[in-house]
């Protein structure tokens, strides 16, 4: 599998598991960060 990089916030802009229900970001993580990326997985 090939790395590709995301270069649009396609998918992330007004997604709540980003932003609103991600409690890294609620608690002032920010984006990128690898602890809020993960989390959206779930």
Known sequence: MAYT???T???IVD????YSENPFY???FG?????C???RLT
């Open 5 to 7: 990089p995301r270069l």
């Open 9 to 11: 916030s396609d998918g």
């Open 15 to 18: 997604n709540p598991k980003w």
């Open 37 to 39: 990326y993960a989390y």
């Open 31 to 35: 984006m990128p960060n690898c602890t």
């Open 26 to 28: 609620q608690s002032g």
